[in-house]
């Protein structure tokens, strides 16, 4: 790989009168681009690492190079005007309006007004907030997940090639921090910053991270590489109970539909004689058949029974597909559908919504069992 | 409704006298208030993050409250001599601890997290006190500042037995003349008149308040 962007040499940090020091003796690499998340038990260290890097935390031993740069030596408020920092508790300034919050590194690094004006609004319109409704606004008039969305615009609001983020969603209920996460995967798509982020919630860090780093007390990396290979090949014993019973289940975020092979469930489409369609139930495996409308779009799940048990009309018969996949989705979202669906099965539609085939329970744990079985993979 | 009449022909034929009262009592509050507002204020800015110098420093300031006021007025005498020197010195001493007191509570209070974003944005420690630490404490240091000047209104009033004039003069010379003619009117005066400033002064203060909190945290 290539030169990191950031880079911890050695680094250590203990505390007078206290035995144990809160980080031993740290090498880590963050490359350009990436996310790396830092996750372990309370009390690893792993906040204590991350304020290491924007030295709100001096070091007591080792060296840290930004850009190949030694930082331990800089002015520590110059360094952290170029790298972003966002908290669970947000820490928006009270006084402040949201605009002079967002402007606030802007601001320190000498910005003319119209120049920062503008990124305050180029900003706000990038976390999704409406400039004008929220431009002259105080803090306390937010909600805890708008605060965060102006915590990370005000974060980006230099521009800096680094945000250090310390559980930045940990504070928001499930629901909205489902949607911020993914609106900030998203974002990242765009910007390709250089993230550091710190959670203590695995499910997090295999969601948002390029590569995860698993510390134990000390800040002791106990495994650093990609989410895929850290759940499906454990380094240790720690590592496979942080990552707790539910590793395979965690593992389906990853995988998306198109990675596991489609059941060839027969389908009919309309308008089709009911003869014809026992017939072709009779050849199916699964004695389950999916209805389609003339542009192929699925309509119902018709089983022999359903013929069977009634006399109506065959677009009426079966149960209906009220939920579909495509093949981006995850896994994860697969097995929900699946187990709320009437067959156990869930049909994958393409972009248009034209039928693909079936994904069913079987072939997912067929993935399963070939990923877990041999623990040795790449 | 007699003394009424009585106290309002003593008024009226003093408007000298008054004026100059209420300018000098006027003097030593704003200029007591001003002085002590700067240093105590600095003062808890100075010794907030070591806890012995705080403490040391908020204990010496209640003593001064402890004093006697009379006492605190006359033990200048010999150092300063009579008149303004010795009254502002005591008032001074007086209305140091609510205004420290505040000062410290107010910045003791101040959310972590804002302060640890404020470092992290790359504040300097004197930015993170002069942008986020004082606006977000001003509202308390101002109630402490309140407090301090209704103080000194009532007690600059002892400031005419060191002859450093003010208000007290009519409190004073009432007292003396006792039960003389215009003696009541006079001390129902100086009361009345220090009533009055301490109001205008509250309500300066109240208005200052208004003006200077932002929005978002009022």
Redesign the interface.
Known sequence: MSEPLIRLENVGKSYPGTDAPAVGNLTLDVYEGEVLVLVGPSGCGKSTTLRLINRLIEPTSGRIYLKGEDVTEMDSSKLRRKIGYVIQQVGLFPHRTISENIGTVPKLLGWDKETISARVDEMLELVSMDPAIYRDRYPKELSGGQAQRVGVARALAADPDVLLMDEPFGAIDPITRDRLQNEFLRLQQDLKKTIVFVTHDIDEAIKMGNRIAILREGSEIAQIDTPEVILSDPADEFVENFLGSGAILKGLTLKKVRDIELHDIPAMEMPVLRDEALKVLENSLEKTAVLLDKDHKPLRWITEASLNRTAQPIEKSGKPITIDLQPEDTLQDALGVMLQSSVGMAVVVDRRGKYLGCCSIESLASLIISDGGGSSSS | MEFLTTWWAFVSTRGDQIQSGLAEHSLYVVTVLGVASVFAIVLGIVTRRNVFAKELSLSISSVFLTIPSLALFTIFIPLVGLGFAPSFLALFLYSLLPILRNTITGLDGI??????????????PR?VLTR?EL??AWPIIVAGIRVSSMLIVGVAAIATLVAGGGLGDFIKSGLARLPLPNSLESIWTGTVLCLLLALVIDISLQLVRRAT?????R
Request: aromatic share 0%.
């Open positions: 959310d972590h997290s804002v302060l640890e974003s404020a470092k992290g944005m790359g504040l300097t930015q986020v606006p977000l909190i932002s929005k978002g945290i």
